[in-house]
């Protein structure tokens, strides 16, 4: 009898050691499932001292997978903002985004407020490149399955993600955020099950497409041309070579080279169920685009993509042009879209 009384006692004493660890495990869920990330000092002054700052975390295979994230102290999932940097797909890193004001403001304002925000490399383009711009949207699509198949690790939200992101980062916000779901539920690798659907899309100074011939349209009022476009510098051949994977510019109008472009012409993904979309491109003067600065950041880009979104039915905030401000500001559209 002794013998089954001190049994029970310690069934009783363990059930009760596995009752309390579980409970404060639950309590404390953002601090258990980042217990073995080592923290860094943020790059700059955060107005919530509880939000920790994590550096270089992987997301993928190549060298350049690598992103920054900023995490707010947070018994429940929060939704994540996440910003693309730009550099025209051939410079640029995920630390250019501590150097912009507003970018800055978004950080402490969404995580004051219980939102994560990211900040992400992918791989750039080579001099001489045989896969194109592609590997470098699919690297965003990566990362955002990544983060969902690993929400619980990082304590995010699966359902409310924003992407965000300038120039190049702006574009391949776009060429994700309006496709249709790009998940493939019967595949074998867990990663490529998840959803690649987000919230909001809000970017600055991007293109209108990245199927360049299609810029003869956005410009049609400055008879541009791609022949007008090599001409603007001795590099930009090889450059549109890189962009396509191309050998030589002439294979253009090749038939895989038509089909590669209409891979990365994401206006033509626009549709009614897209989230809503936040654009701003205002830096630039109204003039002909004879440099590479004035090319990439037109606000023909902009007004193109006004066009085809009010087309489709899309919900969009665009300015366009010197002087001409959005409805709602950056830092508003991407926290009210990140917790819709």
């Known amino acids: 009898m002794r013998t089954y009384k001190k049994n029970l006692i310690l069934s009783l004493c363990l059930i009760l050691t596995l009752t309390l660890t579980y409970s404060c495990k639950k309590d404390d869920k953002n601090d258990t499932n980042q217990a073995n990330f080592q923290t860094s000092t943020p790059p700059f002054t955060l107005t919530d001292k ?154 600055f100074e991007t293109q209108s497409t990245y199927d360049l011939k299609k810029w003869e349209d956005v410009f049609s009022e400055y008879n541009f041309s791609i022949d007008v476009l090599v001409q603007l510098s001795p590099a930009i051949a090889q450059r549109l070579n890189s962009f396509y994977g191309m050998a030589d510019v002439n294979q253009l109008e090749n038939q895989d080279i038509i089909d590669y472009r209409k891979r990365v012409d994401f206006p033509k993904f626009a549709s009614s169920d897209d989230p809503e979309v936040w654009v701003n491109n205002t830096q630039q003067q109204l003039v002909p685009p004879l440099n590479l600065g004035i090319l990439f950041h037109h606000a023909n880009h902009a007004t193109y993509l006004e066009n085809i979104f009010q087309q489709n039915n899309v919900v969009h905030d665009i300015a366009a042009g010197p002087g001409n401000t959005n409805k709602e500001s950056f830092v508003n559209f991407v926290i009210r879209t990140a917790k819709k």
């Open 50 to 203: 509880d939000v920790k700052f994590y550096k270089d975390h992987s997301y993928g295979k190549h060298s350049k997978n690598k992103f920054d994230f900023f995490i707010p102290k947070s018994n429940q999932p929060t939704p994540l903002i996440v910003y693309i940097h730009g550099g025209g797909f051939t410079s640029g890193q995920k630390e250019n985004a501590y150097n912009i004001p507003t970018i800055k403001e978004a950080i402490n304002q969404s995580t004051s407020e219980g939102i994560a925000f990211a900040s992400i490399n992918y791989e750039l383009l080579k001099e001489v490149d045989d896969r194109g711009v592609i590997k470098c949207l699919e690297d965003v699509k990566e990362f955002i399955q990544y983060i969902r198949l690993n929400h619980d690790k990082y304590n995010i939200s699966k359902a409310h993600i924003v992407l965000s992101g300038n120039s190049a980062g702006a574009g391949s916000s776009l060429w994700l955020g309006l496709q249709d779901d790009l998940a493939k539920p019967e595949s074998s690798l867990a990663q490529e099950t998840q959803s690649t659907r987000v919230k909001g899309i809000a970017v």
